[in-house]
């Protein structure tokens, strides 16, 4: 990030993803467990532009391709974010068609959320909401993506043991 960035604007525009890989020892059987923990904040969560109550520009209708962070002009920024968020709602519709083919490699989101979206993992899904009316459009997306997301069924979660010596 450039000194003197608008942070807000760069964590608006970009999603962080944190892994903290665990490799843990039971003393009394010697036998290893190894897991993985990803945090995942995505871009524009919290920091949505909104559009005018008419929707946008003077004579523009909002269409479905206006994304899912709609009103935030031709930054290309925010347009990729907005293509990494679509092909998450892919994969989630994919996965919950229960289809073969899973289009993780079309977006390096989904790519590195790959291994936390198949079976054998446990998902915890914490969406921040607001109360406030004058964020009522920004709390309905969020809503209507857990909804999407808690119908992903993703197996059950297993203990990965290993052999450390």
Known sequence: MEQGADFQEYEATSHVIVTVNVISTNIATGVGTVGKIQFVDLAGSDLVPKRPV???AKGSKNTASDGLLAGVGN???W???NKSLATLSDVVSARCQFM?????RNSTLTHLLRDSLEADTKVLLVVCVSSD???LQETASSLRFASRMRRVNVGKATKHTVSLT
């Open 79 to 81: 347009k990729f974010a």
């Open 75 to 77: 930054n290309s920024e």
């Open 133 to 135: 009316p004058n964020h």
């Open 100 to 104: 073969r083919s899973v289009p993780y």
């Open 54 to 56: 008419g929707g946008g």
